[in-house]
């Protein structure tokens, strides 16, 4: 799991956690959080502390294990300058897919990038246009490997119950009716659930937020989960 202390990668990391087929989570990443010291303290959750993002040498081993990677690692363009952007959003996960079919080509291996609606080359916006080349160039690689590649084009990602307030809830209510709206948690067990469906979806698929609520709803069905 990347990004697993934002508000996006709580949720996955929350999903992860829960599924007790998942036999082991790694986080990588730069600081800690609630969840993560839980996840530690309990066990089921390996803290990878890591500062390049670029450079997975050191992690050859781990990464030679996993076989699902949950990419919430990202920030807002607003503001942003466009290069640290860019390297951010294409640069990091290109490096990291790089590094992981070095260390592992043997399927099923499924990559999960969060990449939001709105993304794609032919936008006009500048950060929509990085996203997009950044789901291409992975799904490339992936090609003729084990991995299957997937951008998870989602909107309104509510965080999880410990992090949200009345503001939050009162939000969900109003972009429910347009498939506007997936709790983290969701997002998680969605990509859980694609993960386990080895035959289903190719490499490169897209999955827009209402794809993410079915598949969702699919693994809370099978699970007996809410």
Same mark, same amino acid.
């Given at each position: 799991?990347?990004?697993?202390?934002g508000?996006?990668?709580?949720?996955l990391?929350?999903?992860?956690?829960?599924?007790?087929?998942?036999?082991?989570?790694?986080?990588v990443t730069?600081?800690?959080s609630?969840r993560?010291e839980?996840?530690?303290?309990?066990g !089921?959750?390996?803290?990878?502390?890591?500062?390049?993002?670029?450079?997975?040498?050191?992690l050859?081993?781990?990464?030679?294990?996993?076989?699902t990677?949950?990419?919430?690692l990202?920030t807002?363009?607003?503001g942003?300058d466009?290069?640290?952007? !860019?390297?951010?959003?294409v640069?990091f996960?290109?490096?990291?897919?790089t590094?992981?079919?070095?260390?592992?080509?043997?399927?099923?291996?499924?990559?999960?990038?969060?990449?939001?609606?709105?993304?794609?080359?032919?936008?006009?916006?500048?950060?929509a246009?990085?996203?997009?080349?950044?789901?291409?160039?992975?799904?490339?690689?992936a !090609?003729?490997?084990?991995?299957?590649?997937?951008?998870h084009?989602?909107?309104?990602?509510?965080?999880?119950?410990?992090?949200a307030?009345v503001?939050?809830?009162?939000?969900?209510?109003?972009?429910?009716?347009?498939?506007?709206?997936?709790?983290g948690?969701?997002?998680?067990?969605?990509?859980?659930?694609i993960?386990? !469906?080895?035959?289903?979806l190719?490499?490169?698929?897209?999955?827009d937020?209402?794809?993410?609520?079915?598949?969702?709803?699919?693994?809370?069905?099978?699970?007996?989960?809410?």
């Open positions: 799991v990347f990004g697993a202390t508000s996006v990668g709580d949720g990391l929350k999903a992860a956690m829960r599924e007790e087929e998942v036999e082991k989570v790694y986080a730069r600081r800690m609630p993560l839980e996840g530690q303290a309990s !089921r959750v390996e803290v990878i502390m890591h500062e390049d993002f670029t450079d997975y040498a050191q050859s081993d781990k990464l030679a294990e996993v076989n990677v949950m990419w919430g990202g807002t363009s607003i942003m466009p290069e640290l952007y !860019r390297h951010i959003h640069d996960p290109i490096a990291f897919v590094q992981w079919l070095a260390a592992r080509t043997d399927g099923p291996m499924a990559f999960h990038n969060v990449t939001g609606m709105g993304t794609g080359e032919e936008e006009d916006a500048q950060w246009r990085d996203k997009g080349y950044a789901e291409r160039r992975v799904a490339e690689m !090609r003729g490997t084990g991995l299957r590649a997937f951008a084009r989602s909107a309104w990602i509510r965080p999880t119950s410990e992090n307030h503001g939050t809830y009162l939000g969900e209510q109003l972009l429910k009716p347009g498939y506007l709206v997936i709790r948690i969701d997002l998680g067990r969605a990509m859980l659930e993960s386990a !469906r080895t035959g289903e190719p490499n490169g698929a897209l999955i937020n209402r794809d993410a609520i079915e598949y969702a709803a699919a693994y809370r069905a099978y699970k007996g989960q809410f």
